[in-house]
Structure formats: structure tokens, C-alpha cells
């Protein structure tokens, strides 16, 4: 095999700054990690309410893996689906107000599952520019006329729906709800209008929103739209603290991808331990929304802060992206940081555009003001050494 072509493709991402590698860490707590054995405040992490050590979460895994072993044996058509994930798919369609649920391995191939089961090669899809990538992996699956609008922009959306408006094709608007690397939450009244307007499905991505927005319910619920959306996917492997995704729709949909989506139908179900923690963690988001008020009070206490040392920062979700623009520059501030006992990504392209590298702040209802204080005091001796 002629390795010099990935050898010399490898050479230009260290070049450019865009090398990536696996950092080991052992995660101490939620908010804590252990690097070559130093502890760090980790502030990169989509452990949103802190559930991966919660007691109650971690002794249903526990449960689950006794009761139900170690793994899944099959995929969910075969033998895989046992009396867990049909709880849990009860009670995610019951706390998303909608019919059904349907779980998938991941995020990404729920996303990817999804759109690219319903859409087809004389369909329309119209994709926000800032979607996540397994949007954009799915719509591409589809073979589907993909149609990219200005991000969160509803004149561009609605001149772009104007602009079709004579054709017969299925219809499909997709976007964030709350946008991963920006922050920033979908404009879904406006989308719900539209989608309305032009005889459209509208499919929202409540990965950062779910257990985050909307008092944990994500964003349809945010906008009081909950049975205005016709599909809300959603992540077990962030708010939840355990791994996988789901869609939440009607029983057509629901039943349709369990018969034509690819990716749930030709994998292996997840191991009932995932399933038992993600159930728990919902079970407790649904009957006490304590975490979801500590994690907004942390959220407002870091916004607070920052906006007093000069950085731009708003309250409305834990994602808080400083953006540098170089990429180089962002992977120097990481380092400093992290000399500072912080653990902050440098994130750059292709994750986001060329010229919009940035360092994105997670805030989790598991940090302390101690923790948040440091990190703060870390920006401003950055400011004070530039």
C-alpha cells in the first residue's frame, strides 16, 4: 500500500494548525480531570447537567448490566430490543409531547438515519449554513436537492422556499436548535410559520437542547411549539449522560424509519447499560428540575464575569465561543489555559469556517463559582501577558 499521499496530507494539517490527535484524560468528576497527574477544571465537556456520576444513574447502568448483561447481542430488529428501550422510547415520546420515540445508536446516525430515509434524490431540503456535520452527512445521503440557507437568516429561508414554491417535491427544513459551536438558539416560532406557510416538514436537532432549554424539554418546548414540529432529535450522550440519540415524531414517521432506516436497522442495539443510565437521567430531569436551575445559575454567574473583563457573552445556553479567528493563535490560548489548570479546546476548521477558530466554553450544573473564578482569572492574565 502507497502511504505517501495520507502521509503528506497529514504534513499539511500540522502545517496549517489543523492536526488533530486523542488526548487521554481520566475524568475525575463532571467537572474535573486528571491529565499525567495533574487535575484540571474541564471546560469542554457536553455533560451539561453532570449526570454521567450521578449515584442514581450510575446504579441503573449497574442494574441494567446485571439484569440484561453486557451487551445487546443483535440489532433491534433481530433480538436486540428488550423492556428498557421500550420504556425509555415511552417515556422520551411523553416528555417531547409526541407519539412516538425511536433510539438510535448515536447523534450522528440518528441524524444521518433520518434524513436520509425520508428525503430522496427528487426531494428538497433546506439546511441551515451552521448545521452539524451529521446534518449535513445525512442530507448528502439523500441524494436530496440540498438548498443552504443564511444561518438563522428567514428572509434568505423564505425567498429560497419562495423560489420552489411551484414544485411538488417533499419539503424538508432542518436546523439546530441550539447551534453547537455558536451558542446560539434556532429561530423556531419563525420556522414553524414558515414550514406552515410552504407545506414543509420541519425537523429540529435538540442536541444541545434537550435537558438544556425549554426547562430541559428542548427547544419546541422553548417556543411553546412542542406539537408544531414534526421531528425533534435529540442526543442520550450530553444533558443525559449516557450514549445514543433518538427521534421524537408521529407513529407514520416512527414506523417508517424502523423499516427504512439503514443505520438503525443494520446495527447492533446499544448496551442495556446506556440504556438504564439514560432512563434514569431522564427519570430524574422529569421529576426535579434542580439541575437544570444550577446549571442556568452557573451559566449566568460565568456570562457575568466574562462580560466584565470584556468578552462577549450571553446567558441563553452553556456554549460560550470566544472566537480568536486564527487557528494557530486559538491553539497557543489553549495551551495557556491549560497551563492555568483549565481545559478548553481550540476549536478550527472544518469544525467551524476559516478565519472563525475559537476557544467554546462549556458551562455544566456540576462546576463550582470556585472553578468558574479560575477560569475567569486564567482570561484575564491572558490579557494581561498580550
Given at each position: 500500500?502507497?502511504?505517501i499521499k495520507?502521509i503528506?496530507?497529514?504534513?499539511n494539517?500540522?502545517?496549517?494548525?489543523?492536526?488533530?490527535?486523542?488526548?487521554?484524560y481520566?475524568?475525575?468528576?463532571?467537572?474535573t480531570?486528571v491529565?499525567?497527574?495533574?487535575?484540571?477544571?474541564?471546560?469542554?465537556s457536553?455533560n451539561y447537567?453532570?449526570l454521567?456520576?450521578?449515584?442514581?444513574?450510575i446504579?441503573?447502568a449497574?442494574?441494567a448490566?446485571e439484569t440484561?448483561g453486557?451487551?445487546?447481542?443483535g440489532s433491534r430488529?433481530?433480538n436486540?430490543?428488550?423492556k428498557?428501550f421500550?420504556?425509555?422510547?415511552?417515556?422520551?415520546?411523553?416528555?417531547?409531547e409526541?407519539?412516538?420515540a425511536?433510539?438510535?445508536?448515536?447523534?450522528?446516525?440518528?441524524n444521518?438515519?433520518?434524513?436520509?430515509?425520508?428525503?430522496?434524490?427528487?426531494?428538497?431540503?433546506?439546511?441551515?449554513?451552521?448545521?452539524h456535520?451529521?446534518?449535513?452527512d445525512?442530507c448528502?445521503?439523500?441524494?436530496?436537492?440540498?438548498?443552504?440557507?443564511?444561518?438563522?437568516?428567514?428572509?434568505?429561508?423564505?425567498?429560497?422556499?419562495?423560489?420552489?414554491?411551484?414544485?411538488?417535491?417533499?419539503?424538508l427544513?432542518?436546523t439546530?436548535?441550539v447551534?453547537s459551536m455558536?451558542?446560539?438558539?434556532?429561530?423556531l416560532?419563525?420556522?414553524?410559520?414558515?414550514?406552515?406557510?410552504?407545506?414543509?416538514l420541519?425537523?429540529?436537532d435538540?442536541?444541545h437542547a434537550?435537558?438544556v432549554?425549554?426547562?430541559?424539554?428542548g427547544?419546541a418546548h422553548?417556543?411553546h411549539l412542542d406539537?408544531?414540529?414534526?421531528i425533534q432529535l435529540g442526543t442520550?450522550?450530553k444533558?443525559l449522560?449516557?450514549v445514543?440519540?433518538?427521534?421524537?415524531t408521529?407513529?407514520?414517521i416512527?414506523d417508517?424509519?424502523?423499516?427504512t432506516s439503514?443505520?438503525?436497522?443494520?446495527s447492533?442495539?446499544?448496551?442495556?447499560?446506556?440504556?438504564g443510565?439514560?432512563?434514569?437521567?431522564?427519570e430524574l430531569?422529569?421529576?426535579?428540575?434542580t439541575?437544570?436551575d444550577?446549571l442556568?445559575?452557573?451559566?449566568?454567574?460565568?456570562?457575568?464575569?466574562?462580560q466584565?473583563?470584556?468578552l462577549?457573552a450571553?446567558?441563553?445556553?452553556p456554549?460560550?465561543?470566544?472566537?480568536?479567528?486564527d487557528?494557530e493563535?486559538?491553539l497557543?490560548?489553549s495551551?495557556?489555559l491549560?497551563e492555568n489548570?483549565i481545559i478548553?479546546?481550540a476549536?478550527?476548521?472544518?469544525t467551524?469556517?476559516?478565519?472563525?477558530?475559537?476557544l467554546?466554553?462549556?458551562?455544566?450544573?456540576?462546576?463550582?463559582?470556585e472553578?468558574?473564578?479560575?477560569?475567569v482569572?486564567?482570561?484575564?492574565?491572558?490579557?494581561?501577558?498580550?
Amino acid at each position: 500500500m502507497n502511504l505517501i499521499k495520507y502521509i503528506t496530507l497529514l504534513e499539511n494539517k500540522r502545517i496549517e494548525k489543523l492536526y488533530r490527535h486523542c488526548t487521554e484524560y481520566y475524568p475525575k468528576s463532571p467537572s474535573t480531570v486528571v491529565l499525567e497527574g495533574k487535575e484540571y477544571v474541564m471546560m469542554a465537556s457536553n455533560n451539561y447537567l453532570g449526570l454521567t456520576h450521578h449515584p442514581k444513574v450510575i446504579q441503573a447502568a449497574i442494574r441494567a448490566l446485571e439484569t440484561y448483561g453486557t451487551g445487546s447481542g443483535g440489532s433491534r430488529l433481530i433480538n436486540g430490543t428488550h423492556k428498557l428501550f421500550t420504556t425509555l422510547e415511552k417515556e422520551l415520546a411523553t416528555y417531547k409531547e409526541t407519539e412516538k420515540a425511536l433510539v438510535f445508536n448515536t447523534g450522528y446516525m440518528a441524524n444521518v438515519g433520518t434524513i436520509s430515509a425520508l428525503m430522496g434524490k427528487d426531494d428538497l431540503i433546506f439546511s441551515d449554513a451552521l448545521n452539524h456535520a451529521s446534518i449535513i452527512d445525512g442530507c448528502r445521503m439523500s441524494k436530496a436537492n440540498i438548498i443552504t440557507y443564511e444561518h438563522c437568516n428567514m428572509n434568505d429561508l423564505e425567498k429560497k422556499l419562495q423560489s420552489y414554491g411551484n414544485q411538488s417535491q417533499n419539503k424538508l427544513i432542518v436546523t439546530d436548535g441550539v447551534f453547537s459551536m455558536d451558542g446560539d438558539i434556532a429561530p423556531l416560532d419563525k420556522l414553524v410559520w414558515l414550514k406552515e406557510k410552504y407545506n414543509s416538514l420541519l425537523m429540529v436537532d435538540d442536541a444541545h437542547a434537550t435537558g438544556v432549554i425549554g426547562n430541559g424539554k428542548g427547544s419546541a418546548h422553548h417556543y411553546h411549539l412542542d406539537h408544531k414540529v414534526d421531528i425533534q432529535l435529540g442526543t442520550l450522550s450530553k444533558a443525559l449522560g449516557s450514549v445514543g440519540g433518538f427521534v421524537a415524531t408521529n407513529s407514520i414517521i416512527s414506523d417508517y424509519l424502523i423499516n427504512t432506516s439503514r443505520p438503525f436497522i443494520f446495527s447492533t442495539a446499544l448496551a442495556p447499560a446506556n440504556i438504564g443510565a439514560a432512563l434514569a437521567a431522564l427519570e430524574l430531569i422529569e421529576s426535579d428540575t434542580t439541575l437544570i436551575d444550577k446549571l442556568y445559575n452557573n451559566v449566568k454567574y460565568l456570562s457575568n464575569r466574562l462580560q466584565r473583563i470584556g468578552l462577549l457573552a450571553t446567558s441563553h445556553t452553556p456554549i460560550f465561543p470566544i472566537i480568536v479567528g486564527d487557528a494557530e493563535k486559538a491553539l497557543r490560548l489553549s495551551d495557556i489555559l491549560k497551563e492555568n489548570g483549565i481545559i478548553v479546546t481550540a476549536i478550527r476548521p472544518p469544525t467551524v469556517p476559516k478565519g472563525e477558530s475559537r476557544l467554546r466554553l462549556t458551562v455544566t450544573a456540576s462546576h463550582t463559582e470556585e472553578q468558574l473564578n479560575q477560569v475567569v482569572d486564567a482570561f484575564i492574565s491572558i490579557f494581561n501577558d498580550t
